[in-house]
C-alpha cells in the first residue's frame, strides 16, 4: 500500500512540474513575441538592398550617402553625392564623429562588408537612422 501512494505522490509531482514548464514556456513566449514586435517598431531596417535605398532617397531627399571605399576605388565612381570618408583613414572616426546624428544616412564600400562595420561604428556612438548598401557599390553599379 505504502508503495502505491508514493508512485500516486510521485505521479502528481511530475505532472504539476511539467505544467508548471509549460505554462512558463508560454509565458516566456508570448512576452518574447511582444518584445520582438516593439523592438521592430523601434528599430529601423540596418542592411538594405538597392531597391529599399532607391526608395528611401526618393522619399527623403535629406538623406546622406556615405562612400566608406578609398580614394583609388571611389575614382573609378561612386553614388551621387556620397561623402567620401574612407574607413581605414585614420581620421574615418573623427569625420563620423562630426556628422549630424538626427540626419539618416546610408553607408556603402564596394561589397557591403566595410559599410557593415562603418554602421555598428556609427550606432556606437549614437547614430539611430543609418542603413548599410548590403550589395554595395558593387551591386548598384549593376542596376
Given amino acids: 500500500m505504502f508503495k502505491y501512494f508514493i508512485v500516486l505522490i510521485l505521479g502528481f509531482t511530475l505532472m504539476s512540474c511539467k505544467g508548471q514548464k509549460s505554462g512558463a514556456s508560454t509565458t516566456t513566449n508570448v512576452s518574447n513575441q511582444a518584445t520582438e514586435k516593439s523592438t521592430e517598431t523601434l528599430t529601423t531596417k540596418i ?34 553625392n556620397a561623402l567620401e570618408m574612407n574607413i581605414s583613414s585614420p581620421e574615418f572616426t573623427d569625420k563620423i564623429n562630426k556628422l549630424d546624428k538626427s540626419k539618416e544616412y546610408i553607408v556603402y564600400c564596394a561589397v557591403g562588408g566595410r559599410s557593415a562595420t562603418a554602421v555598428s561604428m556609427m550606432q556606437q556612438v549614437g547614430f539611430t537612422k543609418v542603413h548599410n548598401l548590403a550589395p554595395g557599390y558593387v551591386g548598384w553599379s549593376r542596376q
Fill in 47 to 80: 542592411n538594405i538592398d538597392i531597391v529599399e535605398a532607391k526608395k528611401m532617397m526618393e522619399a527623403n531627399k535629406d538623406i546622406v550617402l556615405i562612400d566608406v571605399r578609398t580614394p583609388e576605388e571611389i575614382a573609378r565612381g561612386k553614388i551621387n
